[in-house]
C-alpha cells in the first residue's frame, strides 16, 4: 500500500489526530509530497509547514511542480541561515536556525491562531533535524510541547522522523502522544 | 515618614521580585527574538529598581549627592533611562508582531479555501 492510500486509511474515523511518519531519507521528499497532496488538494485543508531541512523557495518550487498550492499553506523556515535579523516574507517566517526552539514555538502558535478555517494542519519536518542542534533533553521537552499544542489547536498533526537506529528513543517517546504511525519507504 | 519609608521598600522589593522572574523566565527560552525583548525589558526594570533603591536610601538617610545640573534628584537620570530601555523594547515588540504576525495572511488564506470550495 503506498504511503498516501495508508495515510488516508489510518486517519479516515480521526477528526483531529498527530500522526507520526516514519520514512527513510530515499522516500522522505515522495512520502511529505504525497502527505500534502492530499491533505491540501484532496481535503482543500490549509497549514502550517515546518521546514527544518529545506528552504522555504524550495519547498514552494517542489509543490508547485506537485501541483499543490503552496499559497494554502503558511511555512516557518528553520533552515535557511538568516543572520541575526529574521526576514519575513509572504506566507514564510524564516527563523534563522533550528536552535532557536521558543521561537519556533511561538511562529507556529501565531500561524496556527491566524487560520481562520476550521480545518488546518500543521506538518513538522522533520523532528530528528533537531536532535543536530538541540540537547536530547531539549529536544524530548519540545517534543512534549508540540504534541499537546497540536492537541490543543485541534488540528492534524504530522510529524515526520527520518528513520534512523540512533533515533529509537524519540520514536519510542513520540508514538505515545501520537494516535498512529506509519512507517512509509519500507523504513 | 515611616509610611514612604514602608511603600520604597515595598517597590524595592516587589522591583527585586520582577527582575528574578524575568531572568527565570530568560533562562527557559532558546536564542531569538523573544530571548532578546526580555534583556531590554530586564534593563528597563533595572533602571526603576536602582531609582527606587536610591529613593529608598535617600528617605532612611537623608544622604544627599549632586551632580552638576542635576541638584536636587539626580536619581531622576535612571528613569530617563529607564524610559529609553521602554523605546526600545517597544521597537521590539513592534519588529516581533511584524515577523510574527501571520493574521494577513491567515486572512487570504480562508479566501482562497473558500473561493476553491466554491468552484
Keep these: 500500500m503506498d504511503v498516501k492510500a495508508q495515510f488516508k486509511k489510518e486517519v479516515s474515523n480521526l477528526k483531529d489526530y498527530i500522526v507520526l511518519i516514519r520514512v527513510?531519507?530515499?522516500?522522505?521528499?515522495?512520502?511529505?509530497?504525497?502527505?500534502?497532496?492530499?491533505?491540501?488538494?484532496?481535503?482543500?485543508?490549509?497549514?502550517?509547514?515546518?521546514?527544518?531541512?529545506?528552504?522555504?523557495?524550495?519547498?514552494?518550487?517542489?509543490?508547485?511542480?506537485?501541483?499543490?498550492?503552496?499559497?494554502?499553506?503558511?511555512?516557518?523556515d528553520a533552515f535557511t541561515d538568516i543572520g541575526e535579523n529574521k526576514k519575513r516574507v509572504k506566507n514564510c517566517l524564516y527563523i534563522g536556525s533550528p536552535e532557536k526552539l521558543s521561537d519556533i514555538s511561538i511562529a507556529m502558535d501565531q500561524a496556527v491562531k491566524s487560520l481562520p478555517t476550521k480545518e488546518k494542519f500543521v506538518f513538522f519536518d522533520s523532528i530528528n533535524t533537531l536532535q543536530v542542534f538541540n540537547n536530547p533533553g531539549t529536544v524530548m521537552k519540545f517534543v512534549h510541547f508540540l504534541a499537546a499544542k497540536i492537541r490543543e489547536w485541534k488540528v492534524k498533526g504530522i510529524i515526520i522522523?527520518?528513520?534512523s537506529s540512533a533515533d529509537e528513543p524519540l520514536t519510542n517517546e513520540l508514538v505515545q502522544f501520537c494516535d498512529t504511525k506509519i512507517e512509509a519507504g519500507g523504513a | 515618614?515611616?509610611?514612604?519609608?514602608?511603600?520604597?521598600?515595598?517597590?524595592?522589593?516587589?522591583?527585586?521580585?520582577?527582575?528574578?522572574?524575568?531572568?527565570?523566565?530568560?533562562?527557559?527560552?532558546?536564542?531569538?527574538?523573544?530571548?532578546?525583548?526580555i534583556d531590554n525589558f530586564s534593563v528597563c526594570i533595572a533602571f526603576i529598581v536602582v531609582f527606587s533603591l536610591w529613593l529608598t536610601i535617600r528617605s532612611l538617610t537623608n544622604f544627599e549627592v549632586s551632580f552638576a545640573g542635576f541638584t536636587g534628584y539626580p536619581e531622576l537620570i535612571f528613569i530617563v533611562f529607564a524610559y529609553i530601555g521602554f523605546v526600545i523594547a517597544s521597537y521590539r515588540v513592534s519588529k516581533i508582531s511584524e515577523e510574527f504576525g501571520f493574521k494577513e495572511d491567515g486572512k487570504e488564506i480562508?479566501?482562497?479555501?473558500?473561493?476553491?470550495?466554491?468552484s
Design chain 1, 24 to 76: 527513510n531519507a530515499k522516500d522522505y521528499q515522495d512520502t511529505n509530497v504525497a502527505i500534502l497532496k492530499s491533505l491540501v488538494n484532496e481535503q482543500k485543508t490549509p497549514g502550517i509547514y515546518v521546514t527544518l531541512n529545506k528552504p522555504f523557495e524550495v519547498m514552494q518550487r517542489l509543490l508547485e511542480k506537485n501541483n499543490i498550492d503552496p499559497r494554502l499553506i503558511i511555512f516557518i
Design chain 1, 161 to 163: 522522523l527520518i528513520s
Design chain 2, 1 to 37: 515618614m515611616v509610611s514612604i519609608t514602608i511603600i520604597s521598600i515595598t517597590t524595592v522589593i516587589f522591583g527585586i521580585g520582577a527582575l528574578i522572574l524575568t531572568s527565570r523566565a530568560r533562562s527557559r527560552l532558546s536564542e531569538g527574538s523573544i530571548r532578546r525583548y
Design chain 2, 110 to 118: 480562508a479566501k482562497l479555501v473558500k473561493s476553491r470550495k466554491k
